[in-house]
Nanobody, 121 residues
């Protein structure tokens, strides 16, 4: 079992900044990918950014240049720094970990509870 605890969401004005944090606990394996996904009202969940334990990073085109994902393995925490926020960034943001045991075959996915980000003047 893995637990992902998120923080940092809230209400912010357009062009403002926000930093989301996700702290993992439980049975987290060494090789994994952690990331942020979001779901706006009436829309499908979509990828925002991911970062692997090896440091590979992937951003959605909609946030590229405005967001930075990072991780601190000593704290088992992943961060999402969001700048120049737009109203269309408004969504529930979910933390995710995708992992596999060393030498294992099965992949596992775990999700945080979600944190609301609202961008409005």
């Amino acid at each position: 079992q893995v637990q992902l605890e998120e923080s940092g969401g809230g209400l912010v004005q357009p062009w403002g900044s926000l930093r989301l944090s996700c702290a993992g606990s439980g049975n987290i394996f060494r090789a994994n990918a952690m990331g942020w996904y979001r779901q706006a009202l009436g829309k499908q969940r979509e990828l925002v950014a991911t970062i692997t334990s090896g440091g590979s990073i992937n951003y959605a085109d909609s946030v590229k240049g405005r967001c930075t994902i990072s991780r601190d393995d000593a704290k088992r925490t992943v961060y999402l720094q969001m700048n120049s926020l737009k109203p269309e960034d408004t969504a529930v943001y979910y933390c995710n970990i995708h992992q596999r045991r060393a030498g294992g075959v099965r992949w596992y996915d775990y999700w945080g509870q979600g944190t609301q980000v609202t961008v409005s003047s």
